[in-house]
């Protein structure tokens, strides 16, 4: 059919979704995957979008409208016994329903992180699915260039990330061990918490014979040696 190349097609569509907890069908917003290039990516992995004006961050969570239950794909199906009637308590009892369809604005995108991280709260989710949100709230933030509010959120992604290493929760994911410590030197490094910045980069070069991520270590052999410069400048 003549003209039909002309047309733009929409970079949003609706994808059917299934209500992980009060099982209602619901649409929620995603970008259409051949609309999203990437130009390149910040040291903690932020994607730098080519088009400014779609952000597929602002799409992640799914929010249901029917029960406020709001979760992304990293969730597990399982719901440990007595949480289903936490979440009940603390989140269905005040929910209002709303929807989270269409273009969000960056207030609604945050808003529904927010939400998702309360979800896994009461949940029991992995610290890794945790410290993986507060992380893109963080993102958006720095996009809109609100250093207060950015600097909260890595600093409470870094605190997860951290509990995430402790208990071992990154086990079975798609973040190894040394990714996941990366994270916590990188972070630290731009919360300004050098000495575990130090740490962490120091172990995850100590790593490189069994690791099998060799651009991590390089970027993190590049991230010591710039603290390693900034502690020799003179401070003024």
Not at 11 to 28: A, G, N
Not at 171 to 181: A, F
Request: net charge neutral; aromatic share 12%.
């Amino acid at each position: 059919m003549k003209g039909m190349s002309l047309m733009e097609i929409s970079p949003f569509y609706e994808k059917k979704m299934q209500c992980m907890l009060c099982k209602e069908h619901f649409p929620t917003t995603r970008i259409r995957s051949r609309q999203v290039r990437v130009s390149e990516h910040d040291s903690d992995f932020r994607p730098i979008y080519v088009n400014k004006d779609i952000n597929p961050l602002f799409y992640n969570v799914a929010v249901c409208p029917n029960c406020g239950f709001a979760f992304t794909e990293d969730f597990s199906p399982y719901f440990a016994p007595g949480t289903k009637e936490m979440i009940a308590q603390n989140i269905t009892s005040k929910w209002h329903s709303r929807s989270f369809g269409g273009e969000r604005t960056k207030e609604e995108a945050i808003e529904s992180y927010k939400l998702a991280y309360l979800n896994a709260n009461f949940k029991k989710e992995k610290h890794l699915t945790m410290a993986g949100m507060m992380l893109r709230i963080a993102w958006i933030y720095r996009e809109a260039e609100d250093k207060t509010e950015e600097m909260r959120y890595l600093k409470t992604s870094r605190d997860l990330y951290i509990q995430a290493f402790s208990e071992g929760d990154y086990v079975g994911t798609q973040m190894s061990e040394t990714r996941v410590q990366f994270m916590i030197a990188e972070l630290s490094w731009r919360i300004n918490d050098r000495e575990e910045a130090i740490r962490n980069f120091s172990r995850v070069i100590e790593a490189q014979k069994r690791s099998t991520e060799p651009n991590l270590i390089q970027l993190a052999k590049e991230r010591w040696q710039e603290i390693r410069e900034a502690e020799t400048q003179p401070e003024e």
